[in-house]
């Protein structure tokens, strides 16, 4: 019993920060990072996969929040975390139509709606 491990090993999580990891929507299917915009979608050089813009950011997201849980989603981060889609009002849209909007005009960030799938 005296030698029973307490702490895995596979919680210690090493430090990183946002300037150290890679920034770019990812495509669902293979993981490449070839994903551009064409319209409304987001399309994979590599495998050819389309998914749409918001789909695509609404996942950049949430990976952004599992990565920085005490990081606040603006629109400035979340566009400079996905990297593809150029548009700050595209950010901001997708953004209102998903979070609860807190604050005002460059000091609004956004928060999970009380029941969301982003909770989960």
Known sequence: MSRNITDSP????PAYDIHQLKKGITCP???SFSVS????KCVCHKCGFKESVTDAVMRGVKEFMILFPNEKVTTN???????????????????AGNFNPVGEKQWTY?????GSSMNR
């Open 110 to 114: 956004y928060e999970s709606n009380k």
């Open 29 to 31: 299917r293979c993981d």
């Open 77 to 95: 981060i979340i566009q400079e975390w996905c990297q593809v889609v150029e548009s700050k009002k595209t950010i901001q849209r997708i953004l």
């Open 37 to 40: 915009v064409e319209k409304r």
């Open 10 to 13: 596979y919680e210690r999580i």
